[in-house]
């Protein structure tokens, strides 16, 4: 079958690999239908993040299961099925507190488990460990409209979600976002679901910060740094907002998070970050009490309240997706993402 | 009057300075009748933290009210008053969140206001500005045995339950509490107080230590760093506790608070931090989904809760007191609290 590989830097390659087969009574395959580019990938096409050596890439699909393992009960054969962003058993005592990422058996796309490789999702297919506790049941038909924003549930409506609830959004709340990629735009999104009655959108890209607005931005500001922050404390009263949300990744990113926030209030960053030391001294963030909190997001943890909502078509964060490519073009997608044409790429089989 | 100033580090004095008066008609002057030394004066004391030229020092006390302005109401001369950390108008969109230290229209202890220099609290009298938001009356006489409990709400008790209210502790969170000194016992105090089953208390200085369990403390870890971690990762299952509350302000603290932390856990800093960068990266707080939070306490907003506690005897936080001194003498308080011979140092008029 294909699957994504990256070499290095800059180098993403589709190749010719093994079709994974059942390891284990808990395993499921799954033939991948629909998957995409995370603007996290785009990372580890600068140079930057965390991977080394040849990467297999993907983690946002959905599918068909073609086969399962004795052990697997909640799918079967013929299902039409989503994978969260890791794989988790569901049940243990962090799955249950809804942080599936810190899951205690569970592990990340494109790396192994006791029994071998687990594949990243942009392939043809891939085996799922702890098929149970991983895998969602889609109750649409096989080419339903409804695909794409379904498929941002394995991860970037999530990740957006997952910033707002951490930020503890709310109707009492004003918002902030920084960054007008995928993340940003569901975390507008999420923070509307979550009652905001103002959510200000640092983005420079008419027209994502346009499906910004769609999504429930009540301001669109496209200056950066400085400029921006002081955009951002006129249009509050010199104050900033109660949450920041920061999903972008890059220090420039933190230290405007912390210009524009409230004192008392919430950075949240769902924006993977490109360093390691950053500013949390005394007049940053301990004189005005500042939180900081926010990480990867537990996608599994949202999707029963989330996918009701795509269901009825009250959200269609699927929008997001401005292009498609066929899996063995799939280079073009993370060129495209990089130089900033595309938003986020559909990529299928 | 005589007032308590530090001219560099290691260099306090007591010297003769103007008595104040009222200056505006909201202002009041105390007779302080309590006062004492706080951890973060040694900051200041060792040459670090945030203060430069000569300053007034002193921001916990308790006295008797000599004069009133002629706005104010809530206060009369004779009454015995206590001073939280800061002044505030307590009525402000930010004091009516909880957040006196963010106040519209307050200060700290040792600074000025619009009219004019605003004292210390190592003195034999201030002006208070703001009365009415600012003092808080005590219902108790003037020869109270409760006044070494009360003036810890002035600040030192009210920051350690900062600290635990921050990281959300209840009672279905375990809590490491890092530092044995009088905010490291008072969080330990304030964490039990929230309910938590577990309470470690990371400290190595014994006669504190057993303070700390007579607080609520079930583990005493006297180890730092590594090994440290490793012994509260031994008695936790090797996950760590979900609140760490860091009552220190060293960068090695704030390590040593990343390395007991549980996944989706709370890293709540009540040490006022003497460093400015730190690791908030990838791999410390990102993918693990840990939270910073904490700040300077607004120690008016809990006033109301803990003072009943230490009115009906519940709670005796001015345990921490284990000396006092006379204010020509309070050098030697300095002294021995910086030379760990003291917790902490009463001040007597």
């Not at 964060?317 to 498609?324: I, L, N």
Request: hydrophobic share 40%; aromatic share 6%; glycine share 12%.
């Amino acid at each position: 079958m294909l699957a994504t590989f990256m070499y290095g830097p800059g180098d993403v390659r589709v190749e010719e690999t093994e079709t994974p087969t059942i390891l284990t009574p808990t395993d499921a395959i799954v033939r991948i239908t629909l998957s995409c580019v995370c603007g996290s990938d785009l990372h580890a096409f600068h140079g930057g993040g965390i991977r080394s050596g040849i990467a297999r890439m993907g983690h946002e699909f959905l599918g068909i299961v073609e086969d399962t393992g004795a052990d697997v009960s909640t799918v079967k054969q013929g299902d039409l099925v989503l994978a969260p962003f890791v794989w988790a058993d569901n049940t243990c005592d962090f799955c249950r507190e809804g942080l599936h990422t810190a899951c205690r058996h569970g592990g990340t796309w494109g790396s192994t488990d006791a029994a071998g490789i687990v594949g990243g999702g942009q392939a043809e297919a891939v085996r799922i460990p702890l098929a149970d506790g991983t895998l969602v049941k889609l109750p649409v038909p096989e080419d339903s409209e409804l695909l794409p924003d379904l498929l941002t549930l394995s991860d970037v409506m999530c990740t957006g979600y997952h910033a707002a609830v951490k930020g503890r959004v709310n109707e009492h709340t004003t918002v902030t976002v920084i960054g007008d990629g995928a993340v940003g735009l569901s975390a507008v999104l999420s923070a509307r679901l979550l009652g905001a009655p103002r959510i200000i959108l640092m983005g420079r890209h008419t027209a994502r910060t346009d499906l910004g607005v769609e999504f429930g931005a009540t301001d669109v500001v496209p200056e950066r740094g400085e400029e921006g922050i002081a955009k951002v404390k006129d249009l509050t009263n010199g104050d900033g907002t109660h949450v920041v949300i920061e999903a972008v990744g890059f220090p420039q990113a933190f230290d405007q998070a912390f210009g524009v926030v409230r004192k008392g209030g919430t950075v949240s960053r769902v924006g993977v970050p490109q360093y390691t030391e950053a500013n949390v001294g005394m007049q940053a963030m301990f004189f005005p009490n500042i939180t900081l909190t926010g990480g990867v997001a537990p996608a599994r943890a949202y999707i029963e309240t989330l996918l009701p909502k795509v269901l009825d078509g009250s959200i269609h964060p699927g929008r997001v997706f401005d292009r498609a490519v066929a899996l063995p073009d799939i280079a073009t997608a993370y060129q495209a993402m990089d130089d900033r044409e595309a938003l986020k790429v559909l990529v299928r089989p």
